[in-house]
């Protein structure tokens, strides 16, 4: 079982990022997939989820309007499509699985991945 974040980089202030969490072990679309983001010197934030029906949570005000979440079952991947990035969402964004319902708790999630670098930067 394996949650590989990806699609992170160096973009400006005002540009676009898709990032992508790919399951594998596991079909992604009967578990709450959320993503989580952890800037330096801060502790891991929840930022948004979709539950296993398909339901979305943001657990970070800031991204509303900015941030969409959705699933590619085909690629059994669910994508963050991130809008008009400003600097303070510069971090290392993860991404993590649990049965059925969203959680805004790192650790309440069983399946866990590995984290993309975002910097926004002019």
């Known amino acids: 079982v394996q949650l590989q974040a990806s699609g992170g980089g160096l973009v400006q202030p005002g540009g676009s990022l898709r990032l992508s969490c790919a399951a594998s072990?596991?079909?992604?679309?009967?578990?709450?997939i959320g993503w989580f983001r952890q800037a330096p010197g801060k502790g891991r934030q929840g930022v948004l989820c979709i539950g296993s029906s398909d339901e979305i949570l943001y657990y970070e005000d800031s991204v509303k309007g900015r941030f969409t979440i959705s699933r590619d079952n085909a690629k059994n991947t669910v994508l963050l499509q991130m809008n008009s990035l400003e600097p303070e969402d510069t971090a290392v964004y993860y991404c993590?699985?649990?049965?059925?319902?969203?959680?805004?708790?790192?650790?309440?999630?069983?399946?866990r991945g590995q984290g993309t670098q975002v910097t926004v930067s002019s």
């Open positions: 993590a699985a649990r049965a059925f319902r969203c959680s805004a708790q790192w650790w309440g999630f069983t399946y």
């Open positions: 072990g596991f079909t992604s679309n009967n578990y709450a």
